[in-house]
């Protein structure tokens, strides 16, 4: 079955750079989420987006700003970036429908180290 | 606010032995609640997941939760533990509702000894 697809899988990146971080969801998925993952902690909710729109909002930092396209991709921005936000982020895609049981199914990730 | 407390931070079980990864949750409403397992470097798999109705759920892998609401309690308990098992495993909080977020545990790390 598709899955969840993120690119790049590995990101390196300096100090004051941007980076754009791409999320695939699975076919007919309308829904996307993002989540960060810093080292040995659990994954912590930036954003996410319904139909377009964005829905629901996180501890997502001002620097960082984030879309969902009309194909239902999705594109995470971060600029002027930190060290601290080396981490792994994680996108994740659902089926809204009507019914609000919508599951999360998880992307394998984005690992991005700031230097 | 929706939280999940996972006191387990490290588990060693021999392999073949049985296994039960605690979960507690604080939501005000009926929640959903979610096991998902992380392989080290990898993404997030999904276990099992409580939505209503039985509250004793299967999931892939021999993998079965039961949801206890007057102890707050989610519990993922295997019979038979795998080497393949060692991982990371979050329990995690959602909310009814469009592209709600989830709320996850600190996670418990499960290490398998042959």
């Known amino acids: 079955a598709a899955g969840v697809i993120q690119s790049p899988r590995h990101l390196i990146k300096e100090k004051r750079e941007t980076a754009t971080l791409k999320c695939y969801p699975i076919p007919r998925h309308d829904t996307v989420y993002w989540y960060q993952q810093g080292p040995g902690q659990d994954p912590q909710f930036l954003i996410s987006?319904?139909?377009?729109?964005?829905?629901d909002k996180g501890s997502i930092p001002d620097r960082f700003s984030a879309q969902q396209f009309s194909d239902y991709h999705s594109e995470l921005n971060m600029s002027s970036l930190e060290l601290g936000d080396s981490a792994l982020y994680f996108c994740?895609?659902?089926?809204?429908?009507?019914?609000?049981?919508?599951?999360?199914?998880f992307g394998p990730g984005t690992r991005l180290t700031v230097l | 606010a929706q939280s999940v407390t996972q006191p387990d931070i490290h588990i060693t079980v021999s392999e073949g032995a049985s296994l039960e990864l605690r979960c507690n949750y604080s939501y005000g409403a009926t929640p959903y609640l979610f096991w998902y397992v992380q392989s080290p470097g990898q993404g997030l798999q999904l276990l099992l997941k409580?939505?209503?109705?039985?509250?004793l759920v299967q999931g892939i892998k021999g993998f079965e939760a039961e949801f206890k609401r007057s102890q707050s309690s989610f519990n993922l308990r295997k019979p038979s533990v795998h080497w393949s098992d060692a991982a990371e495993y979050f329990c995690a909080v959602g909310a009814a509702g469009t592209a709600s977020k989830l709320t996850f545990g600190t996670g418990t790390r499960l290490q398998v000894t042959l």
């Open positions: 409580y939505f209503s109705g039985d509250t």
């Open positions: 987006f319904y139909e377009k729109m964005q829905s």
């Open positions: 994740a895609s659902s089926f809204t429908g009507g019914d609000l049981t919508d599951t999360q199914y």
